[in-house]
């Protein structure tokens, strides 16, 4: 019995520094990044004292940035080219995702796969002949340029995730309401959308994340400072030939806040979400 | 008149279906579509500068890339990367899962921390760790320096040999949680009765896992090596950021040699066949894997 239960104080031991092990790998190099950013450039480059803490905090990094780089144009564009590829992404697939659950008509289960096919499409192969379009258009260095790049994966991504949602959504509840007098449209907003708003969530989530992120795309798709976003726009500030360390880390800090935030709202949504598309 | 009723009210939802659904039809095809047909094109073209026109050369490029040394040297980086980043991953993503399939605690303050590097950007995960790494600067040297005593700085980015190992390193840091999320999603759906039997049996924790856990895990395994296989072979930002490919060409990868082809020697169509020749692989490995897989299941 008392061997039994010294395992069971071994196997919590373990499991606990296992936790513990994997937090801090996780966590450490984005503290290592926020405490950086609060150092003065003298303790940052040599660190006689203390290795991790700031001796002092200042924010001489943070003023740098916002005041001697074009990082807030870099955050506008991020910024616009998300929401405009949201305003984009979320209705056409919420109505495709209900019709392809809904309705039969001819080519749905094709279409259907080929949604999946076209998720799977590497930018690699891509990016070339998305930058030959958006050259004939006259897109090429513009947020519109890049919204139409960033709708080609988060549009049938979006579609191919709420499929799943709206499959969950029994059609009963729907023809109900109809025979209750309710048009379908008026079905649609009013009884089933509500029902899947951990999917609308989870390919919002998507979405920002993927906008906020993606770099190939807008390596190439822009060329002038004023366009670029922040992942461009961060990748050239290590490309220069000294790299103001302190100054990186507080744009660092400053692009993930905002990550950050919107995952700690939506964690759990996101998981169902997460779920719901490995079981679809 | 009833027949005729029901008739045009079914004609008319196929109408409202496919009304529906046309507006993605349209932007699909604009935005993925009519480009990946492009770009399969672009690979038959001999693409002169910075334009999208020249003669149509059949193979040629094909034949060019495969006989060019640059190419087969990143196609072997290619697969090194992916292989090593995939199996750090499900080898990390499967003990965290495991970590946090067990109740504590803190568990779900744990389990949102554990995903922070999945959710940060890819260049972000590139600028911490050049700055962890760094030669004189960074973290790990400095410790590894003060309390292991090790005399010379380690160049992790800059030694021929140890440059894709640090690559693989941080692939594997910024994309384990993925994995983890996949496992403990299915982990939390095993049946707790399963565990009792073996309880009463008496059976160590090792025969457990093997006889229990890890054959209830065998259909999101698949998947999750699929997916993450797919993603990793393919991966262009952190490999092409971090490294740039070098030293000389010991971390080039076939993305990375696509970009430069294209838009540093404006060799567009070549550019375009390594990336259909990528494909192709790619949709081949998967192909073999997916049958072995299936065939594995019939015999069994």
Redesign the interface.
């Known amino acids: 019995m008392r061997s039994y239960r010294r395992r069971k104080a071994v ?1 919590k031991t373990l ?2 520094a ?2 513990v092990f ?2 801090i ?3 450490f ?2 503290v ?2 926020l405490l ?1 950013s609060l150092k003065p450039p003298s303790q ?2 040599s ?1 006689s004292s203390s ?2 803490l700031p001796s002092s905090v200042t924010l001489l990094h943070y003023r740098e940035l916002l005041g001697g780089t074009r990082f807030l144009t870099y955050y506008f564009n991020t910024t616009v080219v998300t929401f405009f590829t949201l305003a ?1 992404v979320i209705p ?2 919420a ?2 995702a ?3 659950t ?5 080519g ?1 289960d094709l ?1 259907r796969r080929l ?1 999946l096919f ?1 998720y ?14 958006l ?1 004939r258009l006259g897109l090429v260095n513009s947020r519109a340029g890049l919204i ?2 960033y ?3 988060c ?2 991504f979006g ?1 191919w995730l709420l499929r799943a949602f709206f499959v969950g959504v029994p059609v009963s509840l729907e023809e109900a309401a109809m025979v209750d007098g309710a048009t ?1 449209l008026s079905a649609f907003f009013r009884i089933v959308l509500p029902q899947v708003v951990s999917g609308v969530v989870a390919v919002s989530v998507f979405v920002c ?1 993927v906008c ?2 993606e ?2 795309y807008a390596l ?1 798709l822009t060329s002038s400072a004023e366009m670029k976003t ?2 461009v726009g ?2 050239t ?2 490309r220069m030939y000294t790299i103001d ?1 302190g100054m ?2 507080a744009s ?1 800090v400053l ?2 806040a905002p ?2 935030v919107l ?2 709202f939506v ?1 759990r949504h996101l ?1 169902k979400g ?2 719901g598309a ?1 079981k679809g | 008149m009833a027949v005729e009723k029901t008739l045009s009210r079914k004609q008319k ?2 109408l ?6 046309l ?3 349209v ?2 095809g ?10 399969i094109s ?1 690979s038959f073209y001999k693409l002169a500068g910075f334009t ?1 026109e020249g003669p149509f050369v059949g193979f040629a490029n094909y034949t060019r890339v495969i006989g060019n040394s640059l190419f087969v040297e990143s196609f072997r980086n290619n697969l090194v990367w992916a292989f090593g980043t995939l199996a750090g991953q499900i080898l ?1 993503g499967l ?2 899962a495991l ?2 399939n ?1 109740s ?1 605690r803190g568990r779900s303050v ?1 389990q ?6 999945y ?14 790494l ?1 030669d ?2 960074g ?1 790990i040297n ?2 590894l320096k ?1 309390w292991i005593g090790l005399e010379e700085s380690i160049h992790w980015f800059a030694t021929p040999s140890l440059a894709m190992a640090s690559l693989i390193l941080v692939g594997i ?1 910024k994309f384990f ?1 993925f994995v983890t ?2 496992f403990l ?2 982990l939390q759906t095993v049946p707790p009765q399963l565990y009792d039997a073996a309880k009463v049996d008496g059976a160590s ?1 090792w025969k457990e896992f093997w006889h229990i856990t890890l054959p209830q895990l065998r259909e ?1 395994f698949f ?1 999750v090596v699929l997916l993450r296989g ?1 993603f990793m072979y ?1 991966k ?2 952190i490999p092409w ?1 971090l490294t740039g490919g070098g030293p000389g060409t010991s971390t080039y990868t ?2 990375i040699m ?2 430069v082809e ?2 540093q020697q404006m060799r ?1 169509g070549t ?2 066949a390594i ?2 020749v ?2 192709v692989t ?1 949709v081949g490995v998967a192909l073999v894997y997916f049958l072995a897989f299936e065939r594995r299941e019939v015999v069994e």
């Open positions: 196997r499991m606990w296992g936790v994997f937090v790998v996780s966590i190099p984005l290592e990044a950086s940052l480059f660190r290795i991790f984009l056409i697939s109505l495709a209900y019709s392809l809904r309705f039969e008509f001819p749905r279409y949604i076209t799977m499409l590497p930018p690699i192969l891509l990016f070339l002949p998305l930058h030959a379009v050259t139409f790049a709708t080609s994966f549009l049938p579609m379908r994340v906020w992120n770099y190939l190439v922040l992942p961060l990748a500030f290590i360390w990186v880390m660092v692009t993930s990550l950050v995952y700690m964690q998981l997460f779920a490995v | 939802e196929v409202y279906g496919i009304l529906l659904v507006p993605s039809v932007v699909i604009a935005t993925a579509a009519y480009p990946l047909a492009k770009g672009f999208y990390v003990v965290t970590l946090l067990r504590f744990a949102g921390l554990i995903l922070f590097p959710i940060i950007p890819g260049i972000v995960a590139v600028i911490v760790w050049r700055w962890l760094h004189q600067y973290v400095l410790v003060r840091w949680p999320i996949c999603a299915r924790a999101v998947v797919i393919i262009f930002d950021l076939l993305p696509s970009y294209a838009f567009r550019s375009a990336a259909c990528l494909f790619l």
